[in-house]
């Protein structure tokens, strides 16, 4: 049974440039949340998606941005780049109901220099 | 607005002792309660969750964890702490009736077993 898996696992960008992550969901999940984890901190929750539509979002400004596709994958997009946006970006999976478990990814690690 | 507070950065223990690492909410509705373990470049792994019933919850890897809402307390506990425990650790918060599915996280405990 394949976890959740994120892609890449590392990134090194510049200030201005776009990124994007990548996130397959465990198996037979349907809901993806993305968490942003700074060096030293807990993750904060970016967004939500499920059925193909954001759901929730925490408190991110547009240029983080996000979509699902048909298959429950995920991508995170960031745009124009901050030196604070360097950290590790976790997907979690969980199926629907708000009673299930998150389930974490490995995490893609940006460095933006 | 929720928060999790885990008071104490690090927690030394000897192998064999036992572990527990302390955390607090602060929450309006029924909150539900999660504890996940992060090993050094990788992702969290989840551990055990309190969402209602017995306020003792059992966990992988022998960990639990004890609901006390007096307390608005969540700490996790193992009877016998392993060198392999050696980890960051993170209690998060749910309440689904006011945020949906957003896990609010604590700050994180370093664990430090030592042989």
């Known amino acids: 049974d394949a976890g959740v898996t994120q892609s890449p696992t590392h990134l090194i960008k510049t200030r201005g440039q776009q990124v994007t992550l990548r996130c397959s969901p465990k198996s037979g999940h349907d809901t993806v949340s993305w968490y942003q984890q700074a060096l030293g901190q807990g993750p904060q929750f970016i967004f939500q998606y499920y059925e193909e539509e954001e759901r929730q979002r925490g408190n991110f400004p547009d240029r983080f941005s996000g979509h699902q596709f048909p298959n429950y994958s995920s991508e995170l997009n960031v745009n124009a780049l901050l030196l604070g946006d360097s950290a590790l970006y976790l997907c979690a999976s969980s199926l629907g109901s708000s009673q299930e478990t998150q389930y974490f990814g490995p995490g893609t690690r940006l460095l933006v220099l | 607005a929720q928060s999790v507070a885990q008071p104490e950065d690090q927690v030394n223990v000897a192998e064999g002792n036992p572990l527990t690492v302390k955390c607090t909410y602060s929450?309006?509705?029924?909150?539900?309660l999660f504890w996940y373990v992060q090993y050094p470049n990788r992702g969290l792994q989840f551990l055990l969750k309190y969402i209602t019933g017995d306020n003792l919850v059992k966990g992988s890897y022998g960990f639990e964890a004890e609901f006390n809402k007096s307390q608005t307390s969540f700490h996790l506990k193992k009877p016998s702490a392993l060198v392999s425990d050696s980890a960051l650790y993170f209690c998060a918060v749910r309440v689904p009736k006011l945020t949906g599915n957003k896990l609010t996280f604590g700050g994180g405990t370093r664990v430090l077993v030592k042989p």
């Open positions: 929450v309006s509705g029924n909150p539900y």
